[in-house]
């Protein structure tokens, strides 16, 4: 019988009812550490044991094979060896058993055709029945809402507090993980910080479900609010931009970490999940497009959860923060850290600084950072202070940073913080410079506040919130995703490997990119006349398939007036390149009246392996290599998003204008990106990159030029039968 996904999903992390599958009275094995996690966390539902070398283990009576059970259950959790694993899971579809969670090992990830061969028996099984499945080779899950450690990682045995955090005001995270140790080491991190995790999924090799599909069932969780992964790549990379968006429109922040971008890494990444690691730079540009935050480190990605945790509801709407603390060092350190993040520590208004200087030794300061000094603490707490901060019209933000090694100050502040979180609006972060204790990290999770010990995660926690509203506030829930296109501009021609800069100028006008007028001489009196009709000066550039960098064979010369200079430039060119490249084929020269100054940008698409074709744009000229200034994002691009792209570059206020200079043409570059967007994707079956370098941006109303213009085709970087 196949099961819909919707009930065999229910299954796998709703179920009612288990099935352990080689369970072990062993608690040294992985078999056995399984029955203990989850006999210790009380599953509500009932539990069988599948064994045929034990009667009991523990209180639970056992049964010699699947098919023995008293009755069909939800869910089948199997840790007995590799090759008996199919003819198990063939017995649990038998049954009529929903789910399965795989623990054993011994599939793809060990590199052997045994290996392959048996893991591709369990994706078999899943499509033809329906079960939902995880693994194999996984760590299992843990529903910290039922509560449900199916997992046999010591980090959910004997949790201190049990699994699900007690009073605390946090909202729930899910962890979702293709590696095991990772996924389960964020719940150990977190977990002491007060914070809640509704669910923590490891994947294993997949053969059955993926973290995508994990992801797209726990975003419509009510109950998860935050989604953190770690990942070392998707199979199905372009299913992760319309499930990223559906999070968006729920206003479920995703916080991942896309691990394989160095050669060490991406070769780990491979013999640890049998997976292949993604381009880095395209899965940052896709993380950029849809307001994903990029993990760094696992603390980083907890603590920045735990603000969004935290203040989901009440996202800070700048950059603006204040800064309260009993020590001036510690205060000055944090503010240095804001700074170096994005974020703005800005004097206070008259009447904030009024209020808090009536309060004050005079040895205290009011100007932001907020020194209150010990004094204050000690008679009055921090709430009085932070009511004062929280009602500023300067401040978007608040951050208390303090010795927080005993609870003392926080019990008797207590009162007074949780009326404090009940009433305001703007996040406020603790963050402790000494090791914060246990109790005070309890306290203030209760009153609605998340506790760090790390300076700069506090800083980039509250930037990450200020850049998701940001974010939000610009998101356009019916916006297109990847790999949408408008036909009407499907030229390219794919037996054409590439295009010359002439032929790729004439593609690109026909498509209505703004191109210059140039014409393609065949000889030295054709580039002459060329030139007058144009208009002086003009420009010279050697066209060529088999020569696509000119400037190797000496193929441009500009600022060209005198017609005996052009003919003699024309007759030049062109044996020089028949001198260095024999049997190079020679179309001719194209002749362009010289472009006026302005900006030079690059503008280019390039089709990812992983995500289709990107757009980027960075500064031109000597500046590529020198800033490295390069900003990218997938197709299509509207007009709102290619300001936005362009917004994020580093030569930015040369293109507004600055000292005197009058800027660009801002319109024109962005209507180019915009057209050249649509005619990629009409034919992204076809094009490998395009090339506009430079794109030379002038005056306000002024326009753009594209000086320069390369087009390959797929099949000039791919063999035919390449996907």
């Not at 004997?158 to 962890?175: M, N, W, Y």
């Not at 998707?234 to 999070?247: D, E």
């Not at 390219?492 to 690109?508: I, S």
């Not at 570059?669 to 967007?677: E, M, P, Q, R």
């Amino acid at each position: 019988m196949k099961h819909t996904a919707t009930d065999a999903l229910e299954a796998l992390f709703w179920p009612k009812s288990i099935a352990l599958i080689g369970a072990s009275s062993d608690a040294k094995i992985i078999r056995g550490r399984m029955v203990d996690a989850i006999l210790e966390h009380a599953f509500p539902g009932p539990i069988y044991a599948v064994s045929r070398s034990h009667s009991k283990i523990r209180d639970l009576a056992c049964y010699p094979s699947v098919s023995d059970l008293p009755q069909p259950v939800d869910l089948a959790i199997i840790t007995i060896p590799a090759k008996h694993v199919i003819d198990a899971l063939q017995a649990c579809v038998s049954k009529g058993i929903h789910a399965a969670v795989i623990i054993s090992s011994g599939f793809a990830e060990e590199n052997s055709d045994t290996g392959r061969v048996r893991q591709q028996a369990i994706s078999d099984i899943a499509v033809r029945s329906g079960m939902a499945i995880i693994g194999p080779n996984a760590e299992g899950f843990l529903n910290g809402q039922m509560p449900l450690a199916a997992s046999f990682s010591p980090t959910v045995v004997q949790v201190e507090g049990g699994l699900h955090a007690k009073g605390t005001r946090s909202a729930g995270i899910a962890v979702i993980s293709q590696s095991g140790g990772v996924g389960f080491s964020f719940f150990n991190r977190g977990r002491p910080k007060g914070l809640v995790f509704s669910f923590v999924v490891t994947t294993g090799n997949e053969a059955g479900l993926d973290a995508l599909d994990v992801l797209s069932y726990l975003i419509d969780d009510d109950a998860t609010k935050v989604v953190l992964m770690f990942i070392e790549g998707f199979a199905q990379p372009r299913r992760l931009a319309p499930i990223a968006s559906r999070a968006a429109r729920l206003r479920k922040p995703l916080i991942i970490a896309k691990v394989g971008h160095s050669e060490a890494a991406a070769a780990a990444a491979v013999s640890h999940t049998a997976s292949l690691a993604g381009s880095h730079s395209a899965y940052r540009a896709v993380f950029s497009r849809y307001g994903i935050v990029n993990g760094n480190d696992s603390d980083h990605m907890i603590d920045v959860a735990a603000a969004f945790a935290y203040f989901h509801e009440h996202l800070p709407r700048g950059t603006r923060v204040g800064i309260l603390t009993p020590s001036g060092g510690a205060g000055a350190w944090l503010a240095d850290q804001c700074d170096m993040h994005g974020l703005h520590v800005p004097e206070l208004d008259c009447v904030t600084r009024a209020k808090i200087d009536a309060i004050l030794p005079a040895y205290g300061a009011s100007r932001n950072p907020v020194d209150v000094t010990a004094q204050v603490i000690f008679k009055l707490g921090y709430a009085p202070v932070l009511e004062i901060l929280a009602a500023s019209p300067s401040i978007d933000a608040l951050l208390v940073v303090g010795s927080l090694a005993h609870p003392t100050y926080i019990e008797s502040d207590f009162d007074a913080l949780v009326q404090l979180g009940q009433s305001l609006e703007k996040p406020i972060i603790f963050c402790a410079y000494t090791r914060a204790h246990p109790r005070a990290v309890e306290l203030l999770a209760q009153a609605g506040f998340p506790c760090l010990e790390n300076m700069s995660n506090t800083a980039q926690a509250i930037k990450a919130m200020a850049d998701y509203a940001v974010f939000l506030d610009n998101f356009d829930p019916h916006e297109s995703v990847i790999g949408e296109a408008d036909s009407q501009h499907a030229v390219l021609d794919p037996e054409t490997a590439m295009y010359t800069e002439h032929q790729a100028k004439e593609v690109l006008a026909r498509a209505g990119v703004d191109c210059p007028l140039g014409v393609l001489a065949t000889s030295a009196a054709g580039a002459v006349t060329a030139a007058a009709e144009l208009g002086l000066p003009v420009a010279l550039k050697l066209q060529s398939r088999d020569i696509p960098h000119k400037t190797e064979s000496a193929g441009v010369a500009l600022n060209l007036v005198e017609p005996a200079l052009i003919s003699s430039t024309y007759t030049a060119m062109v044996q020089s390149a028949h001198d260095q490249f024999s049997d190079a084929r020679i179309d001719g020269v194209r002749v362009e009246r010289m472009a006026g100054f302005g900006i030079e940008l690059i503008v280019g698409v390039h089709h990812d392996h992983d995500f289709g074709l990107l757009l980027s744009v960075g500064s031109g000229g000597i500046l590529v290599e020198v800033l490295n200034d390069i900003v990218t994002t997938p197709l299509p691009v509207s007009h709102h998003q290619a300001k936005a792209l362009v917004s994020r570059l580093r030569c930015m206020p040369l293109l507004k204008g600055v000292r005197g200079q009058s800027g660009g043409d801002m319109d024109a570059l962005v209507n180019l990106l915009v057209t050249v967007s649509q005619f990629s994707l009409a034919n992204e079956a076809v094009l490998g990159t395009l090339d506009l370098n430079p794109v030379i941006v002038h005056a306000p109303g002024k326009g753009i030029t594209v000086a320069d213009a390369l087009i390959t085709t797929r099949s000039a970087d791919a063999p035919p039968d390449s996907n």
